[in-house]
C-alpha cells in the first residue's frame, strides 16, 4: 500500500452519529494536523468515546464525513484501520490467549510475516516492561499491564496514528507517570497521538491542542497552552465561602471580574493586568487559593460546571 | 409492505466478499480452538459416537428392519445431520454471542483491519469448519466400520458442508434478532431439538399422515437427512438436485440477511 504524504491527520465535517448505548454526536466539524497530538476532552458520557471510535472505525457515521489521513472513514475503513492503532477504553485483550499471543495473533490481521512480529512483539514487551511474562495468560494481568499490553498491541504495525481513549484511567499515579513518558517517547517516534480523556492533567501534558466535548457537541477548541489564558485568564482566586453569603459575593465581585461558584466556593477569573491584590483585600475568608487556571476552570466556564460534578447533567 | 420486502429483497441481492480477513478471523479461532483440544473432542466427536452407538446398537438391536435396511444404517445418516446441525448452530448462536458480548473477541478483532462482513464471513467459515469435524468423526468411524465406501465417505462430507453453511447462516441470522443469550431457548428447544427427534431421523416419515409429512419434509433437516440418505443409496434424482438447490439459496439469502442485520450491532459493541 502507498503511503500518501498527508498534511490532514483527522477531518471531520458535519458529523452524526446516534448510538444506542452511549451519547449521540450532533454536528462534529473540526481538522486535525499531522505532526501534532491532540485531545478530545470531556466528561464522562460526553461523545468522547462514539468520537473516537469514527476515528478508528469500529463505527461509521449516520451523516457527515470522517477522513483519516486522507482515507475516507466509510468507503475505506480497512485501509484506516491499517495504519491505525487503538488502545481501547475497554480494554479488549482475550483471556485465552498468553501474552505474546496477544501480540503475534494481531500481526496476522496486518499481514505480517512471522518471524517479524516475534522480534517487534518481543522488543515490544521488553520496551513496555512485560519481559518475562510472554507465556503468560493474559487472565492473570493487573490494570496496568493490561494497559501496556494493548499498547504494545497497538503499536505493533508501527502506525501513523496512534488512538487512545481513557489511557490513565483507573491507574495509580506512579503507574499514571510512567504511561504518560511511554506516550511522549511514542511522540517522539513522530507518531501521531489523538488522546480522548476525562483527566485535564493528562491533555495538558500530551496535547498540543485540544477539542472539548460536551453532550456530544464540540463546545470549544484551541492550542491547550493558550486556551487557558485566553478563556479563562492568567490567575484564579478560589476561596470558600458560607453558604449563605455565597450570592453576596457573587454580587461584589461580578462587575469586575468573572466570578463563578462551584459548591460553596467563589472562583474569580483574573484576564491579564486585572489587579489581583487589590481584589484579595476584598476577600474575606479563611480558605484562600491563589493558583494558574487549570481545564476545570473551562469546564466551570463553558458548561456551568464543574468536570467531577455532576457528569449527569444534561443541559 | 411492498416497499418493505422490495427494499428488503435489495438488501439481501449482493454477492459477499470472501477477503483474507475472514480467513485471518478463522485463523484466530483455530489458534484459541487449540488450546483447547480435549473439550471440543468431547463435544463434536465423543458425543455423536455414544449416540451412534447407543440407539443405532443398542435400540436398533430391538428393532428388525427398517425400510428394508438395519437400523444402525437406517439411523446414521439421521444422527450425522443432527450432530451437523447441533453444532454449526451452537457454534454462531452460544458462540457468536459469546464472542461478541462477554469474551470481547469482536471488540478486539474489529480494531484490525478487516470489514465487519469479514468479521462474520469468519464466524461462518469457523463454524463451517466445526460442522465438518464433526461429521468428520462420523464418517471416519463408519468408513473404519465398512459402512462407507470413499465415494461416499467425500459425498457425505460434501453434502455436510451445504448443512453446515446452511445452520451457521440461520444461526448468525438467529444471534441477530435476539435480545439477550437465553433468548436461544427458543430456537433451540423450539426448532433444532423438534427438528432432531421428528425430521425421519429416528424413525421413518412414513409413521405420520400425510400431510404432516408434508410439512416435515420442507424442514431443512428433512432435506438434509434426505441428501445424505440418498448419498448412501445411491439415489441422484431430480429430487437430490432440488435439496442442493434449496440449501444453496437458503444459506445464501441467510447469510447476506444476517450479514447485513449484525453489522450494525457491531457498531455498538464496546
Known sequence: ?315 | MGDNLRGLARDLWFLPKLRVGAFNVWSHYFLVFRQAPLINFFWVSVEPLVYLFAIGNGVGSLVAEVNGVSYFEFFFPGLLAISVMITTSYETTYGTYNRAYFSKTFANLFLTPISSMDLLLGEILWAVFKGLLSALTVVLVLYVDKYLSLGQLFSLLGASVLLCWFFSSLGLFITSIVGSSESFIYYQSGFLIPMAMLCNTYFPMTNYPETVQALIKILPLSQGVFLFRAIMEGRFELSFYLAVLYFLILSFLFTNWSLQRMSKKIETLV
Open chain 1, 1 to 315: 500500500m502507498d503511503r500518501k504524504i498527508e498534511k490532514v491527520l483527522v477531518e471531520a465535517r458535519g458529523v452524526n452519529k446516534h448510538y444506542p448505548n452511549f451519547c449521540d454526536l450532533k454536528n462534529i466539524s473540526f481538522s486535525f494536523d499531522v505532526g501534532k497530538s491532540y485531545g478530545v476532552l470531556g466528561p464522562r458520557n460526553s461523545g468522547v468515546t462514539g468520537l473516537l471510535r469514527l476515528i478508528y472505525c469500529t463505527a461509521f457515521s449516520d451523516k457527515g464525513e470522517v477522513m483519516v489521513l486522507g482515507y475516507n472513514a466509510k468507503n475505506q475503513p480497512r485501509e484506516i484501520k491499517s495504519i491505525v492503532g487503538v488502545v481501547p477504553d475497554a480494554l479488549s485483550l482475550e483471556e485465552d490467549l498468553t501474552v505474546i499471543e496477544q501480540l503475534t495473533v494481531f500481526g496476522k490481521f496486518y499481514d505480517l510475516a512471522g518471524p517479524v512480529v516475534q522480534n517487534r512483539a518481543r522488543e515490544l514487551l521488553q520496551q513496555m516492561e512485560l519481559g518475562g511474562l510472554e507465556g503468560y495468560s493474559t487472565r492473570h494481568l493487573s490494570l496496568f499491564q493490561r494497559k501496556k499490553l494493548c499498547l504494545a498491541r497497538a503499536l505493533l504495525h508501527q502506525p501513523q496514528l496512534l488512538v487512545l481513549d481513557e489511557p490513565t484511567k483507573g491507574l495509580t499515579s506512579n503507574d499514571k507517570k510512567w504511561f504518560l513518558q511511554m506516550l511522549q517517547f511514542v511522540q517522539k517516534a513522530n507518531i501521531n497521538l489523538v488522546i480522548g480523556t476525562s483527566n485535564y492533567g493528562d491533555a495538558l501534558e500530551l496535547c498540543d491542542y485540544i477539542l472539548f466535548l460536551h453532550n456530544g457537541r464540540v463546545i470549544e477548541q484551541g492550542e491547550a497552552k493558550s486556551l487557558l489564558t485566553n478563556i479563562v485568564g492568567t490567575t484564579v482566586i478560589d476561596f470558600q465561602s458560607p453558604p449563605a453569603e455565597v450570592e453576596y459575593q457573587l454580587a461584589k465581585f461580578s462587575n469586575s471580574y468573572e466570578v463563578f461558584i462551584v459548591d460553596n466556593r467563589v472562583r474569580i477569573f483574573f484576564k491579564e493586568g486585572q489587579d489581583i491584590k487589590e481584589a484579595l483585600t476584598k476577600i474575606l475568608s479563611d480558605n484562600i487559593i491563589t493558583r494558574k487556571p487549570n481545564l476545570d476552570d473551562i469546564f466551570v466556564k463553558l458548561i456551568g460546571h464543574s468536570l467531577e460534578q455532576k457528569p449527569w447533567a444534561t443541559t
